[in-house]
């Protein structure tokens, strides 16, 4: 079965710094697909970012962007020019080829400093 | 646009009640849907997902049950709740096309007394 590791439970960042969040996953598979997710206080899951992992340019999204190293298995957010808005959970997420499960790390809490 | 709603938001029950979180989408056909549940501060933990009417995949051996009697309606079920079974529960749904995102739903807050 496939894991997900975020090994930072808690990070934070000066509001306008760049902040990188940790994430490694383990699977057998070479095709797949890694996600990350937002999760205010307000509980609700809100997608960041997606990596298609045949594909070896990584995503960006305006201030998000991925550093996705397939054969490290590690799949980093790095958030640029933080804002207060941008505090929350943030969990990454691996995506099978076979299906449309995903399987969750246990997330990263980000403080962002005004 | 595709939207999806679950409720209630927020439930308070008895240990030993029954449960019944019902989640609804709209705008899309025949969409996977998936019911999760969250203790606070972790990570989600999948309990049932569902591929067309009538279809439950169970991941997780426990005192909850899935029903899904519609195409866009995933019914999250139990006869008699246990203090364990406190938590946060979101619904879910996805196009049925690997690879793409879940779309998750405002989540309801169970608390079992």
């Known amino acids: 079965a496939q894991t997900v590791t975020q090994s930072q439970p808690e990070m934070s960042v000066q509001e306008a710094e760049t902040v990188t969040l940790s994430c490694t996953y383990d699977?057998?598979?070479?095709?797949?697909?890694l996600f990350w997710y937002k999760q205010p206080p307000s509980r609700q899951m809100i997608l960041v970012i997606r990596?298609?992992?045949?594909?070896?340019q990584n995503a960006t999204e305006n201030r998000f962007s991925v550093n996705f190293q397939k054969a490290a298995k590690s799949f980093s957010l790095k958030i640029s020019d933080s804002q207060l808005g941008d505090a929350a959970m943030y969990f990454c997420?691996?995506?099978?080829?076979?299906?449309?499960?995903?399987?969750f790390g246990e997330g990263t809490q980000l403080t962002v400093n005004p | 646009s595709q939207t999806i709603h679950q409720w209630p938001a927020t439930l308070v029950q008895p240990v030993g009640s029954p449960l019944s979180l019902e989640c609804t989408v709209e705008?899309?056909?025949?969409?996977?849907l998936y019911w999760y549940r969250q203790a606070a501060g972790r990570g989600l933990q999948l309990l049932f997902y569902s591929v067309g009417i009538g279809q439950i995949s169970s991941e997780v051996p426990q005192n909850l049950s899935a029903s899904r009697p519609q195409d866009r309606q995933f019914i999250l079920s139990s006869k008699k709740l246990l203090l364990s079974d406190s938590g946060f529960y979101l619904c879910a749904w996805s196009v049925w096309q690997p690879g793409q995102p879940q779309h998750f739903g405002d989540g309801t807050r169970l608390s079992i007394l």
């Open positions: 705008g899309t056909s025949n969409p996977n």
């Open positions: 990596q298609e992992a045949y594909k070896q």
């Open positions: 997420a691996y995506g099978e080829t076979s299906g449309s499960r995903l399987t």
């Open positions: 699977t057998s598979e070479s095709d797949y697909y």
